[in-house]
């Protein structure tokens, strides 16, 4: 079914007189509740692609359309999770969350029910015992949790992830994906997750969208991960089917498509 659709889309920078071509011809449909990773190489325009779902970056030609409806400017059934926690410093974990959800639900819900659902999205992340400190005050792998629960609190149609576990060390990582894992089983919502981890990527996904090299990257593959869900790290270690995800995935990218720095 067609719940998220991308239709044709370009994308070109303008410089002075110079053009980038950064997307050329991007078209994928997304279902609903599927978790989808986008991977490529550093600079092939994964985060331009997001930002375009997201609204915050308008279209060269082509279109973005969520439920049939064209999307081209920020809502919050398309809530973004960044890879540098953007907390503002100034406000604790709770009033972060609370500054989100006052936004989409200030009219909808009481100020007892607005607690009620700051509270919930900060236990389902695992931070509730946290809601008083201040960005400066917990470890990275906290403030994505923060991060996550803020989007999640808008209770968005989407959540885009940009490279969400990026900065963070291995294990923190592990704890997060499994987390995300488990947020997505509970709530069936709509995933989009950019990452350049093939292992992350394998785990997580449903599809994983493999983007060739800029300029013009396109959609070069898409693979289906067929693992039965719920999926557990040691288990897929010597799983076949995800051997033979990973590697198609790391052919794609080492093999057909490999990196060339640029001079
Ligand atoms: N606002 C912008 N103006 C001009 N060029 C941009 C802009 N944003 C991104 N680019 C260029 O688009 C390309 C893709 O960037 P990006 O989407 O951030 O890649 P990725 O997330 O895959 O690493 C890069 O060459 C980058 O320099
Ligand atoms: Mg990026």
């Given at each position: 079914?067609?719940?998220?659709?991308?239709?044709?889309?370009?994308?070109?920078?303008?410089?002075?007189?110079?053009?980038?071509?950064?997307?050329k011809d991007i078209n994928l449909v997304i279902g609903k509740g599927e978790y989808?990773?986008?991977?490529?190489?550093?600079?092939?325009?994964?985060?331009?692609?997001?930002?375009?779902?997201?609204?915050?970056?308008?279209?060269?030609?082509?279109?973005?359309?969520?439920?049939?409806?064209?999307?081209?400017?920020?809502?919050?059934?398309?809530?973004?999770?960044?890879?540098?926690?953007?907390?503002?410093?100034?406000?604790?974990?709770?009033?972060?969350?609370?500054?989100?959800?006052?936004?989409?639900?200030?009219?909808?819900?009481?100020?007892?029910?607005?607690?009620?659902?700051?509270?919930?999205?900060?236990?389902?992340?695992?931070?509730?015992?946290?809601?008083?400190?201040?960005?400066?005050?917990?470890?990275?792998?906290?403030?994505?949790?923060?991060?996550?629960?803020?989007?999640?609190?808008?209770?968005?149609?989407?959540?885009?992830?940009?490279?969400?576990?990026?900065?963070?060390?291995?294990?923190?990582?592990?704890?997060?994906?499994?987390?995300?894992?488990?947020?997505?089983?509970?709530?069936g919502n709509t995933m989009i997750m950019i990452t350049h981890d093939v292992d992350e990527a394998v785990l997580l996904s449903d599809r994983i969208v493999m983007m060739?090299?800029?300029?013009?990257?396109?959609?070069?593959?898409?693979?289906?991960?067929?693992?039965?869900?719920?999926?557990?790290?040691?288990?897929?270690?010597?799983?076949?089917?995800?051997?033979?995800?990973?590697?198609?995935?790391?052919?794609?990218?080492?093999?057909?498509?490999?990196?060339?720095?640029?001079?």
């Amino acid at each position: 079914m067609s719940y998220l659709k991308i239709d044709h889309v370009d994308k070109r920078f303008q410089r002075g007189t110079a053009t980038t071509e950064v997307l050329k011809d991007i078209n994928l449909v997304i279902g609903k509740g599927e978790y989808v990773s986008v991977i490529g190489h550093s600079g092939c325009g994964k985060s331009t692609l997001l930002n375009i779902i997201a609204g915050l970056t308008p279209v060269s030609a082509g279109a973005v359309l969520l439920e049939g409806k064209e999307v081209n400017s920020p809502g919050p059934e398309r809530a973004v999770v960044f890879q540098n926690h953007s907390l503002l410093p100034w406000l604790t974990v709770y009033d972060n969350v609370a500054l989100a959800v006052n936004k989409v639900f200030g009219r909808q819900k009481s100020k007892a029910e607005r607690h009620d659902w700051i509270m919930h999205n900060l236990d389902l992340v695992q931070m509730g015992h946290a809601k008083d400190k201040r960005p400066a005050e917990i470890s990275g792998g906290m403030k994505q949790r923060v991060g996550i629960a803020r989007g999640l609190a808008m209770e968005p149609k989407i959540l885009l992830l940009d490279e969400p576990f990026g900065a963070l060390d291995a294990l923190t990582r592990a704890h997060l994906q499994d987390s995300i894992m488990q947020i997505h089983a509970a709530l069936g919502n709509t995933m989009i997750m950019i990452t350049h981890d093939v292992d992350e990527a394998v785990l997580l996904s449903d599809r994983i969208v493999m983007m060739t090299n800029g300029p013009s990257a396109r959609i070069g593959e898409v693979l289906d991960v067929r693992l039965e869900r719920p999926r557990k790290r040691l288990d897929l270690v010597a799983d076949r089917t995800y051997i033979a995800a990973r590697e198609a995935v790391l052919k794609f990218l080492y093999e057909r498509h490999r990196f060339v720095e640029a001079a």
